[in-house]
């Protein structure tokens, strides 16, 4: 069975702060994709990141960058310089191979809220 | 691009009331539908996967009678909460996947609706 665990449930910072998201997550299959999506107080979900199992790379864009380490099954996020706008409750989700059957289907981590005051 | 519509985005009604709730992919075909469920300051969890022209499939202890699942066309899913009561009040969010059935694409979130049962 597949677990996502965002250990964090609150983080406040103050503008221009750097701040990294914890996501650990566990399934029993060697692919598998993750996931990090934004929920501001709208309520929609904002599509930010996709990562498969086999690309470890690092990735960066603009203040985002995210960290994969298989070797600790996390996958983090970190806001460089955060802004207010980046307020927002933040899930980290997981899905894996099809191979079982599963569809793709995503499991979410219970999310961290960020509140970035000016 | 991948964009989804839901509608509406607020439903106020009075218990024992119907309720559908639309989801349509804007600019892509989606073979493949979500439909999720939020409760206030929790995770989204899967109420069921939703494939064009066949049945829904639900997720463990979610009601199929109560929850009525439809997706008639490549681009609209429906949800219909039928004979709505108060516990049925929560934050409902469809969710749409480009490539067929068994595709990993991110998946894409609609903006949600807030249903009230009074």
């Known amino acids: 069975a597949q677990k996502v665990t965002q250990a964090q449930t609150e983080i406040s910072v103050v503008e221009k702060e750097d701040v990294t998201l914890d996501c650990v997550y566990e399934t029993r299959d060697t692919t598998y994709y993750l996931f990090w999506y934004k929920q501001p107080p709208s309520g929609e979900l904002v599509f930010l990141i996709r990562?498969?199992?086999?690309?470890?790379q690092n990735e960066i864009s603009g203040r985002y960058s995210w960290n994969f380490q298989k070797s600790t099954s996390s996958f983090n996020f970190t806001i460089t310089a955060s802004q207010v706008v980046d307020s927002a409750v933040y899930f980290c989700?997981?899905?894996?191979?099809?191979?079982?059957?599963?569809?793709?289907?995503?499991?979410f981590g219970k999310g961290t809220l960020l509140t970035v005051n000016p | 691009g991948a964009v989804v519509s839901q509608h509406p985005s607020w439903v106020i009604c009075k218990s024992g009331t119907s309720v559908k709730i639309e989801c349509r992919s804007l600019d892509f075909q989606a073979t493949t539908m979500f439909w999720y469920r939020q409760f206030p300051k929790q995770s989204l969890m899967l109420m069921a996967t939703?494939?064009?022209?066949?049945?829904?499939?639900?997720e463990q202890g979610v009601e199929k009678d109560k929850f009525l699942i439809n997706h008639a066309s490549l681009t609209l899913s429906t949800l219909t909460v039928t004979s709505a009561h108060p516990e049925d009040s929560s934050f409902y969010i469809c969710?749409?996947?480009?490539?067929?059935?068994?595709?990993?694409?991110?998946?894409?979130f609609g903006d949600g609706t807030r249903l009230s049962i009074l």
């Open positions: 939703s494939n064009e022209g066949s049945k829904a499939t639900y």
């Open positions: 990562r498969n199992s086999f690309d470890e």
């Open positions: 969710s749409a996947r480009t490539g067929g059935i068994y595709s990993n694409q991110p998946q894409h």
């Open positions: 989700a997981l899905s894996e191979d099809n191979s079982g059957g599963s569809n793709y289907k995503l499991t």
